[in-house]
């Protein structure tokens, strides 16, 4: 069941790294870079272990936690978005959760 969340966290960090991506103001392109490359990436790569993990859970269990990711990223993008630290810890844990979905899912 730590899988579906940190599935989730993925989903919700993914979410922020693309919205930040579309409202930076900094001067630095490569951060701009690294930031909205890792929205995209991890946005899919949400998907992916979304999909995967219907054939280790119960069907409903992987809906109710995107249902829940997109509610709580939607709540968590007031903290993650409008900060620079939400612009470096978002990327940063995204990237890590994917690690440990994927670890995860391969136990």
């Known amino acids: 069941m730590t899988t579906l969340i940190f599935i989730s966290c ?3 960090f993914a979410y922020n790294c693309v919205e930040i991506d579309k409202n930076f103001r900094g001067s630095s392109q490569g951060i701009k870079l690294w930031i909205g490359l890792t929205g995209q990436i991890c946005h899919i790569a949400s998907w992916v272990l979304f999909i995967w993990s219907f054939w280790h859970y119960d069907w ?3 809906i109710v936690a995107f249902i829940a990711s997109t509610i709580i990223g939607g709540i968590l ?3 993650f978005q409008r900060n620079l630290i939400g612009m470096f810890a978002s990327p940063i844990l995204a990237w890590l959760f994917v690690a440990l979905s994927v670890i995860g899912l391969l136990n």
Request: a positive charge.
């Open 60 to 62: 409903w269990k992987p």
């Open 77 to 79: 993008g007031v903290f």
């Open 10 to 12: 993925v989903y919700i």
